[in-house]
């Protein structure tokens, strides 16, 4: 638990809903994510979709 507590590093960091929307809408995922990632994210958007 201490180790990461000290963790520093952006990608231990989990970003707030204004980080994630900017991001989502100005960024390239197909660039940034890898193809497992950017599956998994569209699946859970898709079940959102299908809920809703």
Excluded: H, K
Excluded at 40 to 51: A, S, V, Y
């Amino acid at each position: 638990m201490q180790y990461l507590g000290r963790q520093t590093a952006f990608a231990n960091q989990w970003p707030n809903d204004q980080t994630l929307l900017d991001t989502f809408v100005s960024e390239p995922l197909y660039c940034s994510l890898t193809a497992g990632r950017l599956n998994l994210i569209l699946q859970g958007i898709e079940g959102d979709l299908r809920t809703a």
